[in-house]
């Protein structure tokens, strides 16, 4: 059995694994970000952010979420910023445990570059609504890859309010929380 959403508890036991198996008794201490640095320079960076926009209005987002879903076809090719979106849909999620299919999770953009967009909603059977948008930029092992996360994506999220039209639909200029 597993416990669902409990990313952050793997995460912590997956990087104590592999900082174990990095660390044998009587060696050099070797680091986390000594691991990642080494990662990062045979297979290249995954830059990430996600923004939220919580206690949003409702009908606002999910009159956004309704409008890219509509024009997912017509965003499939397009050219947005200098980025070809190479694949424009609306989501779903197979558990690979027990096999519960999960239908309608969010609005995937896929870059022809191999970067992404992707919102979800949620939130929506209270008061406010919060909006997710992942950022996702790879940089391969030739590249930059020791740059603030920010300054690698800020052309990426240019993009995303472009083909969300974010603003427009709930009023904000800004996030509420960017991690």
Same mark, same amino acid.
């Given at each position: ?14 990087? *104590?694994?592999? *900082? ?39 009908? !606002? ?17 397009? @050219? ?9 849909? @609306?989501? !779903? ?20 570059? !191999? ?19 992942? *950022? ?6 030739? !590249?930059?890859?020791?740059? @603030? ?31």
């Amino acid at each position: 059995d597993h416990v669902r959403e409990k990313d952050g508890l793997w995460a912590v036991l997956a990087w *104590l694994q592999i *900082l174990a198996s990095h660390n044998a008794p009587e060696s050099p201490l070797v680091t986390v970000e000594a691991i990642v640095k080494t990662h990062w320079a045979t297979y290249g960076r995954n830059y990430y952010c996600r923004y939220d926009y919580e206690g949003v209005d409702k009908p !606002g987002a999910v009159a956004m979420m309704d409008a890219m879903t509509a024009a997912t076809a017509s965003n499939t090719g397009r @050219v947005v910023g200098g980025y070809t979106v190479a694949t424009a849909d @609306v989501f !779903g999620y197979t558990d690979p445990v027990d096999g519960s299919v999960s239908l309608n999770q969010g609005i995937r953009f896929l870059m022809a570059d !191999g970067s992404r967009v992707i919102f979800r909603l949620s939130g929506t059977a209270g008061s406010g609504a919060t909006v997710r948008m992942y *950022l996702e930029k790879y940089t391969p092992p030739s !590249g930059k890859l020791h740059e @603030v996360c920010a300054n690698v994506i800020g052309d990426l999220v240019a993009v995303a309010f472009e083909l969300s039209q974010i603003v427009k639909f709930t009023g904000r200029e800004k996030p509420t929380v960017i991690t």
